[in-house]
């Protein structure tokens, strides 16, 4: 289900497309906020946010703007990149409660370390300052409207068609939704235009599949998490694939495996990885199709998508 | 913003119908002096020329679009005549694992071909809107009027 760990852009690719300035704006923006919290809270929101995310949201808002507008960033565009982490970290500690997981970003976890109730305290507390943080930008909030909603849907829909033998369509469906809503959200929030919409929900769709694929090959740079879809029947895009022969998908959809019925599964998962890499090449080619159709410069876009691209490689 | 985007010129390789239609469609705008459109340009001429021009990209878009269901069908052939053929049998041949791999297929196709619809009209709108604006800003030079209303991106906040 965790899609964040993969948040790995790094500085080269930040300084590469010229957005050092803009992304120290948004750090000292976060930890200002931080400090200006309620004291209740500030431990927690601390924990949360002044750990190693690498900002790759408020990179595919900058970037989306980029290839729009040669100009300077502009101040409602800055302030989405600091409310989209608000958005995106309530999307993780939420997630990291469903999921039942310890450890994030090598460390533990928000519910794990403060207990549940600060957990889910925090999420509203940081959802209401995002909101207030918007101030009079409407089509924002319009958009972080539409991304909750999603991601709420998404998280039902995810969790409910667990061990279900589906097919790489639902899969696309429910990637789509899940971290495809993200990604399109940060797209318009760059784009002030719908222009680029589609464009982000295929960067989205290609993060999700690249992390399903990372985390089948193990890579612990991707943060894991590849144990726990496998032992929740989460429908991957390896799962997906392997689950198409008869014998996996009766295994998959089983309701307590066993350890060498995970193997099994596990097993088949990898075996489908030329397969899924292939998918997500085709996925990785329409999204470039799109930044080249309907922005002014695709190359900030084109690098987020190989950017992304190689996270399955990792 | 005003700075307009440059005609897409690239596609798919696998577009390749849409491609070679699209390039005659670039030659014939050029051919016209639409896309250029400098100042002091016969901007009576060219809003004449804007219903033949609109033809233009709605045929080539169809162009595209019809290369993009044929490529999907011919990918997912063997499936959908599968597909069809199961029905006829009412599925007694048809393993339910089977079965749901067929309707997996079918579903992509049917994906596909609505994706490419959707992104032709989109990129249909898209060159429209370009041309469209052309011809505003060339208007505009013409009687020495601002063109601060065409701003189509601004941020609305």
């Known amino acids: ?145 539409e991304l909750l909603k999603r991601l709420a849907v998404a998280e039902c829909m995810q969790w409910r068609l667990r061990r279900h033998p589906l097919g790489v369509e639902d899969w696309r469906r429910i990637a789509g939704e899940d971290t495809g809503s993200m990604f ?32 089948v090959r193990g890579a612990a740079a991707l943060g894991g998490g590849g144990e726990a879809d496998l032992r929740d029947g989460i429908l991957t895009l390896p799962a997906a694939l392997a689950i198409r022969d008869p014998s996996i998908g009766v295994l998959f959809c089983k309701a307590d495996p066993d350890s060498s019925d995970l193997r099994a599964i596990a097993d088949a998962f990898a075996a489908q990885l030329p397969n899924a890499e292939k998918y997500l090449d085709e996925v990785a080619e329409e999204a470039r199709t799109e930044a080249r159709l309907f922005s002014i410069n695709p190359a900030p876009l084109i690098a987020l998508v190989e950017q992304t691209r190689r996270l399955s490689r990792r | 913003m005003t700075d307009l985007p440059k005609e897409p010129t690239i596609a798919p390789q696998s577009d390749l119908l849409g491609s070679l239609f699209s390039s005659w469609a670039d030659a014939w705008r050029i051919g016209l002096g639409v896309s250029e459109m400098p100042a002091g340009v016969d901007v009576f001429g060219a809003v004449l020329s804007a219903p033949a021009q609109a033809c233009w990209i709605g045929f080539t878009a169809w162009l595209r679009y019809s290369g993009a269901v044929a490529e999907a069908f011919a990918r997912y052939e063997a499936s959908l005549i599968q597909a069809e053929l199961d029905r006829a049998d009412e599925g007694r041949g048809t393993s339910p694992s089977a079965g749901r791999v067929l309707v997996d297929e079918t579903r992509a196709f049917l994906r ?43 941020i609305k906040a």
Request: some cysteine.
């Open chain 1, 1 to 145: 289900m965790n899609k964040a760990d993969i948040n790995r852009p790094g500085e080269n690719i930040i300084a590469a497309l010229g957005f050092q300035e803009a992304m120290a704006t948004v750090r000292r923006r976060l930890a200002e906020w931080v400090q200006s919290s309620d004291p209740e809270m500030r431990a927690t929101l601390e924990w949360q946010f002044l750990s190693r995310s690498k900002y790759f949201r408020p990179l595919t808002i900058f970037s989306c703007w980029r290839s729009i507008d040669p100009g300077p960033i502009r101040e409602p565009i800055l302030n989405s990149a600091v409310v989209v982490e608000f958005f995106h970290n309530v999307s993780l500690v939420i997630d990291d409660i469903v999921d039942r997981s310890d450890e994030r970003r090598g460390r533990p976890t928000l519910h794990k370390q403060f207990g549940e109730l600060h957990a889910l305290m925090a999420s509203g507390y940081i959802v209401a300052d995002g909101y207030l943080r918007l101030r009079d930008d409407v089509q924002a909030m319009s958009l972080f409207s």
């Open chain 2, 112 to 154: 596909r071909v609505g994706d490419a619809a959707t992104l032709e009209a989109r990129r249909a709108q898209h060159e429209l809107e370009q041309i469209g604006e052309l011809i505003a800003q060339a208007a505009a030079v013409g009687d020495g009027t601002s063109l601060d209303h065409v701003r189509r991106h601004e």
């Open chain 1, 184 to 215: 399109e959200v940060c797209a318009c929030l760059g784009d002030r235009s719908e222009r680029l919409r589609r464009f982000g929900g295929l960067l989205g769709l290609l993060y999700h599949g690249c992390d399903d694929v990372g985390d």
